[in-house]
């Protein structure tokens, strides 16, 4: 079946960089394009971004741009949110997302 | 910036019906999509492209849309349906996503 198993998160100071993983399995990863969705502490979802299945259409929040990057590798069926310039407002839980399938999410706590 | 809006709650009695509507001005031309998120777990799809429900997913969920709203009706809302439910849709480029604001639906 469909997994999705997200890593890579944890507390940062503002400012820093973090990066996300997203381990696929179950699916043929390279034919779906993926999503990276968040949700700050009692709030509701936030797409983040979105990614073509071969990486060659990159698609951003106007809130992220600039500051964050998604990548893929097709090879080791993983999909990477690389995330700079935090901010407190990037506190959230991130999920990765396919359009049908999400993982259970990570912690990003950007604190000082 | 391209919004969809939800009404921030539904009640419901066990075995009646619950709609909930989700308006935005691309959704003439976009597929609207729902996910349920109950307290504390991940989303979970349970209508996609309007109205095709994903397997698993019980038959009392459907989805419909017309003009600029599209609506996901529980027929017969059982306890454990009680959730947030979010309605999301590309913008009129097709390429940004947007989530509704979520409705909390209650069944007591």
């Known amino acids: 079946q469909v997994q999705l198993v997200e890593s890579g998160g944890g507390v940062v100071q503002p400012g820093r960089s973090l990066r996300l993983s997203c381990a696929a399995s179950?699916?043929?990863?390279?034919?779906?394009?993926m999503h990276w969705v968040r949700q700050a502490p009692g709030k509701g979802l936030e797409w983040v971004a979105v990614?073509?299945?071969?990486?060659?259409?990159?698609y951003y929040a106007d809130s992220v741009k600039g500051r964050f990057t998604v990548s893929r590798d097709n090879s080791k069926n993983t999909l990477y949110l690389q995330m700079n310039s935090l901010r407190d407002e990037d506190t959230a839980v991130y999920y990765c997302?396919?359009?049908?399938?999400w993982g259970q999410g990570t912690l990003v706590t950007v604190s000082s | 910036s391209y919004e969809l809006t939800q009404p921030p709650s539904v009640s419901v009695s066990p075995g009646q019906t619950a709609r909930i509507t989700c308006s935005g001005d691309?959704?003439?031309?976009?597929?609207a999509y729902w996910c349920q998120q109950k307290s504390g777990q991940a989303p979970v799809l349970v209508i996609y492209?309007?109205?095709k429900r994903p397997s698993g997913i019980p038959e009392r969920f459907s989805g419909s849309s017309s003009g600029t709203m599209a609506t996901l009706t529980i027929s017969g809302a059982q306890v454990e349906d009680e959730a947030d439910y979010y309605c999301?849709?590309?913008?009129?480029?097709?390429?940004?996503?947007?989530f509704g604001t979520g409705t909390k639906v209650t069944v007591l």
């Open positions: 997302a396919r359009a049908d399938h």
């Open positions: 179950g699916f043929t990863f390279i034919s779906y394009g």
């Open positions: 990614i073509s299945y071969d990486g060659s259409n990159k």
């Open positions: 691309a959704l003439p031309k976009q597929y």
């Open positions: 492209e309007d109205s």
């Open positions: 999301y849709a590309t913008d009129s480029s097709g390429n940004h996503y947007v």
